[in-house]
């Protein structure tokens, strides 16, 4: 009866360790499920402010490159006009008063698109080699239409055609900086 009495007092002990073993499952479970209720809504916080964070750096590039076609577009369209003035002058068919006021035009809306680019280190329009050739251009196209039919103008007219392809090249090397500066910035190759 002794081998019985040791059994009985190992069952009553075995209930006693599964009924513990319950409780610290218990324990263990409720504070799995707190730290779950915890770090699972804090975790779904900080991914959806990384996608955020993603979201505002996708925009500000959008809207870097944006800036940046809207000024490549403005020097273009200033570009072009002094091309058509150029030939214009070239037939004696220029309007002075209007290719005076649409030179005022392209500047405005150039210099208003490099002010929105400031925020890259850019120098401002009044010392950008490109808006400074493209008055220069823009005053020599005027200076030839002014004069005429004078024999004088075939060389002036080749000094203008030079002044043009100079602008064409300043434009092109203003663009190419700014590629770099938002590649830079945006961690995006726009150098292409």
């Given at each position: 009866?002794?081998?019985?009495?040791?059994?009985?007092?190992?069952?009553?002990?075995?209930?006693?360790?599964?009924?513990?073993?319950?409780?610290?499952?218990?324990?263990?479970?409720?504070?799995?499920?707190?730290?779950?209720?915890?770090?699972?809504?804090?975790q779904l916080e900080r991914r959806r402010e990384r996608r955020e964070r993603e979201v505002r750096t996708e925009?500000?590039?959008?809207?870097?490159?944006?800036?940046?076609?809207?000024?490549?577009?403005?020097?273009?369209?200033?570009?072009?006009?002094?091309?058509?003035?150029?030939?214009?002058?070239?037939?004696?068919?220029?309007?002075?008063?209007?290719?005076?006021?649409?030179?005022?035009?392209?500047?405005?809306?150039?210099?208003?698109?490099?002010?929105?680019?400031?925020?890259?280190?850019?120098?401002?329009?009044?010392?950008?080699?490109?808006?400074?050739?493209?008055?220069?251009?823009?005053?020599?196209?005027?200076?030839?239409?002014?004069?005429?039919?004078?024999?004088?103008?075939?060389?002036?007219?080749?000094?203008?055609?030079?002044?043009?392809?100079?602008?064409?090249?300043?434009?092109?090397?203003w663009a190419r900086c700014v590629l770099r500066r938002l590649s830079?910035?945006?961690?995006?190759?726009?150098?292409?």
């Amino acid at each position: 009866m002794a081998g019985v009495g040791r059994c009985e007092s190992w069952v009553e002990r075995g209930g006693m360790d599964t009924a513990l073993l319950g409780v610290v499952c218990g324990a263990a479970g409720t504070v799995a499920g707190a730290a779950v209720a915890y770090f699972g809504p804090l975790q779904l916080e900080r991914r959806r402010e990384r996608r955020e964070r993603e979201v505002r750096t996708e925009d500000r590039a959008a809207a870097d490159i944006a800036r940046y076609v809207n000024a490549r577009t403005a020097a273009d369209q200033w570009l072009d006009l002094l091309r058509r003035a150029y030939q214009a002058a070239l037939e004696n068919r220029l309007d002075l008063a209007r290719f005076d006021d649409d030179v005022v035009r392209s500047s405005d809306e150039l210099r208003l698109r490099l002010t929105e680019l400031a925020h890259l280190g850019l120098i401002e329009s009044n010392t950008n080699p490109a808006f400074i050739a493209f008055r220069r251009t823009a005053v020599e196209i005027r200076r030839l239409a002014a004069d005429g039919d004078r024999t004088d103008s075939d060389d002036r007219g080749s000094e203008v055609l030079r002044s043009l392809e100079a602008c064409a090249a300043e434009r092109t090397d203003w663009a190419r900086c700014v590629l770099r500066r938002l590649s830079a910035r945006t961690g995006l190759d726009l150098s292409s």
